[in-house]
DNA sequence: TATTGAATTTATAAAATCTTTACACAGAGC
DNA sequence: GCTCTGTGTAAAGATTTTATAAATTCAATA
């Protein structure tokens, strides 16, 4: 497997040369940046699997940075932020920021949080479009197509299945699912996921009855594939 | 790289004096300690890469030296005992220690236990997937590829292989596996446990007969490798 | 208000899994 | 050789989990 390659921007000399020191110990290739310009030129003409973003400039051109970068690239985007600077932390995630960390922050959390948001880039979350064989969910259009199809879902089935397609390959358990579908209140309510998955199924699958994408876990929950 | 650097415990100077020279000449740096206080005040003052510990000492002082050391210390510790008391080791695996050697004992595989146990120090846990030879196991996806190809297993099974993923190269016995599974109540249904290895050994082994990854340790518990 | 489609329940058959029993086999000690 | 202990395997229940149809409730809307 290649390097992953991280982008960080950050005006601090010292915090660059630190995380580059940490990132390259640990396997992955550093690109670096010093201003938000710089950034996004960075990141435009080399896209990298990972933003690093010190969002508490002076100047809040970090947030502008944000919204820029955001505008077109759907990967991961880490922000770094001074601690207790929390209405910071708040516009950057709802400007479409991936995580956060608080400066000071320890390596191990960095690395661990750096797993996670790349693990994250590689189920597409991010993509508007998730390909599954012959299926194909468009989670912005609120559409699915099979064999380029358009499939009649209700709202709970696509919800559903758009829950999946995010998820693909992994097992979901019940409880998940119910949350996430139904909300905290549902997570014993194992038989309307039963209802409704029979219901997916009739629809997406060629035989329900040997279903090839949703797989049933048994105890545990369901898998999409 | 540095000296690893290895504490023994054992109030037997020849013993010592033995460990001494063959841990030395395999390019280990060694620190002894004759009595159990002394061997927690070492460790504690300058924690090695691994312990070794004889546990079956007349006043059962093994035992608690142990106990004190797994309050804090996590790296492995290897515990020495007197061949045939299957007791003490089995007390020594369920109170934490890595793995065992009898005495007498040859240094091939004392040798080999120890790299394999400093080997699980440098890898902490904290990885989702496991790799094990032609075994992949996602802790996260609940999923287990054997060359490649999903395997099918229940709920039970893989809880159990991702157990013994953890705890790579570690021998678990009987009473730790089944409360970490079953729960509190079911450490004795030893049989339980035969059936289910031997279901993951039909679906994991090349030939079940001869099994590579799950290795019976008899009297003791299991080993995954 | 009557209709319609969707969501929620209920009921039940079927499948999968777990538990338990029975028995065979191997090695250690006598 | 014999017995005892620990181990592995198969297979018969027992139990849990799942799938499906169908009934009911609910909400939107004409």
């Known amino acids: 497997m290649n390097k992953a390659e991280i982008l960080i921007i950050d005006d601090e000399p010292q915090i660059r ?50 919204k820029e970068l955001r505008q077109w690239y759907n990967k991961s985007i880490i922000i770094l932020s001074v601690q207790n600077n929390e209405s910071d932390i708040v516009t950057a995630l709802d400007n479409g920021a991936t995580d ?15 797993r996670s948001a790349i693990r994250r880039n590689q189920t597409p979350n991010n993509t508007t ?3 599954a064989g012959d299926l194909q969910i468009n989670l912005a259009a609120r559409t699915v ?13 696509f919800n559903l299945i758009s829950l999946f397609a995010c998820n693909e390959g992994r097992v979901l358990t019940h409880r998940f699912i119910l949350k996430e579908i139904w909300g905290v209140g549902y997570q014993t309510e194992t038989q309307y996921l039963r209802v409704f998955v029979g219901s997916l199924r009739k629809k997406i699958e ?13 105890g545990v929950g369901y898998r999409f594939q």
């Not at 197509?145 to 089935?157: A, G, M, V, Y």
């Open 17 to 66: 040369k630190l995380l580059e020191i940490t990132l390259e110990s640990n396997g992955y290739k550093v690109v670096q940046a010093e201003t938000g310009k710089e950034g996004v030129i960075q990141a435009a003409s080399h896209p990298p699997e990972l933003i690093l973003l010190d969002i508490g400039l002076p100047d809040r051109s970090g947030h502008e940075v944000l």
């Open 100 to 114: 956060y960390l608080s400066k000071p922050f320890r390596t191990a959390e960095l690395l661990a949080r750096m």
């Open 129 to 131: 479009v998730v390909d």
């Open 145 to 157: 197509k099979k064999n380029n199809e358009l499939l009649k879902l209700t709202s709970t089935e």
């Open 206 to 218: 060629d035989n329900p009855n040997n279903p090839l994408h949703i797989v049933t876990e048994s």
